[in-house]
């Protein structure tokens, strides 16, 4: 299995089996060059390195390079610094009252369901959650959830804890057909495969950059279909939230921006809004679905070889696997302990409820999968002994 990438854009990659991408992403040489020379730029010589136009163009470039990536127009792309603060603007500007209700699942993100629980206690809306056993969503229970009252169906692309993948062109019909909007975390999915928001008639979708995108912390984008510009009001609201961006201001009313990016607020740590963009461009030409089709070859041969050494698959297997988040349980293990002996043995993976979650990406190879097997037969024959 051939290199996806120039081992000398990821050196820790070199030096540890690095399979962590669902929690942070190791970010390419060019990625980290691109944001920390802007922070240097913006820390060190104030307006002198950043005027108006300067600053506009920040915006810009991420915004066409995330409609690139995305399907989108650059119009109906934001910019922000995390998902968490793109979803607590999305339920308070929606703030959808008593009579309503917003339809999630129990084992989503946190940061997918508290700005509703949030909302709910102030307006008493209902948040309607599916059950999840064993932390799977079961796709018609989720639709059954959906009525007349439903504002807003919020759910992850891909599960952070299973790596569990929902069908959007489809959940997008059942939530349009109830008059609702389809609001998409895609966190765990967009760098990792290809999204189409018009292709899947999603509404609105976000992602933060420092997972699959290989993007620096405190960058995240947000898509919000043309027709839904004018209707939805950002919850968090600020300065840069108008046209009037710049030297003229007025506070006395909000003239929202005509587009996306009425979303944006405030100042943002403008190098990672850079590296993000130098990001996007960076995966898109290794090519998105390569860069999955190597993922999912990695995840299945790290299937093969948990399931040959007694693990228990928390993922959605063996009928199907849906991502490269691999997400296993060993009866009888400490999943922190084992987590942390396998650092030891330089192999990164998260605990997570009581198991193991492991997320090559593409900077990984065929030998750390054998490699990461290898440190975890020895470790569990450890324990044993
Ligand atoms: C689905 C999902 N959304 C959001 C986040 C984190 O968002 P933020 O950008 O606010 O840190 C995570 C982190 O694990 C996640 O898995």
């Known amino acids: 299995m051939p290199h996806l990438v120039s081992p000398e854009d990821f050196p820790v990659a070199q030096e540890y089996v690095y399979l962590n991408a669902a929690a942070i992403a190791l970010v390419p040489e060019v990625v980290a060059e691109a944001t920390l020379s802007w922070q240097r730029g913006i820390g060190m010589q104030g307006t002198v390195h950043l005027d108006e136009d300067a600053e506009a163009k920040v915006f810009d470039t991420l915004r066409q390079a995330a409609a690139r990536l995305l399907g989108a127009q650059p119009e109906e792309i934001a910019c922000a610094s995390n998902a968490s603060e793109l979803l607590c603007s999305l339920a308070w500007g929606l703030g959808p009252g008593p009579e309503s209700n917003v339809v999630s699942a129990s084992v989503e993100f946190p940061s997918v369901v508290y700005p509703w629980l949030r909302v709910a206690a102030l307006t008493g809306c209902d948040v309607r959650l599916t059950r999840d056993p064993d932390y799977i969503i079961d796709p018609d229970e989720l639709i059954g959830l959906v009525d007349d009252q439903t504002v807003a169906v919020c759910l992850s692309h891909v599960q952070y804890l299973t790596g569990q993948r929902l069908d959007l062109a489809a959940l997008a019909e059942v939530t349009h057909g109830h008059g609702a909007i389809l609001i998409v975390d895609a966190t765990q999915s967009a760098g990792a495969m290809p999204i189409d928001v018009i292709a899947d008639d999603i509404d609105v979708l976000l992602t933060s950059g420092y997972k699959w995108l290989c993007g620096p912390l405190g960058s995240a984008v947000l898509f919000v279909r043309r027709e839904l510009h004018e209707k939805l009001e950002p919850g968090m609201v600020g300065w840069r939230s108008t046209d009037q961006v710049g030297i003229d201001f007025d506070s006395r009313h909000i003239d929202w921006a005509p587009a996306a990016r009425r979303f944006e607020f405030g100042t943002i740590a403008y190098g990672g809004t850079v590296g993000l963009a130098t990001a996007i461009d960076y995966l898109m030409g290794i090519g998105i679905e390569q860069i999955h089709d190597h993922n999912m070859a990695l995840a299945h041969r790290l299937v093969d070889g948990l399931t040959k050494l007694g693990a228990e698959l928390v993922s959605p297997y063996p009928d199907r696997l849906d991502?490269?988040?691999?997400?296993?349980?060993?009866?009888?293990?400490?999943?922190?302990?084992?987590?942390?002996?396998?650092?030891?043995?330089?192999?990164?993976?998260?605990?997570?409820?009581?198991?193991?979650?492991?997320?090559?990406?593409?900077?990984?190879?065929?030998?750390?999968?054998?490699?990461?097997?290898?440190?975890?037969?020895?470790?569990?024959?450890?324990?044993?002994d």
């Open 323 to 384: 991502s490269s988040i691999v997400t296993v349980r060993f009866p009888g293990q400490d999943h922190v302990r084992l987590a942390r002996r396998l650092f030891d043995e330089r192999v990164v993976v998260s605990p997570r409820m009581g198991s193991l979650r492991i997320a090559p990406h593409l900077y990984n190879t065929a030998d750390d999968i054998d490699r990461a097997l290898a440190s975890l037969s020895a470790l569990l024959g450890q324990a044993e």
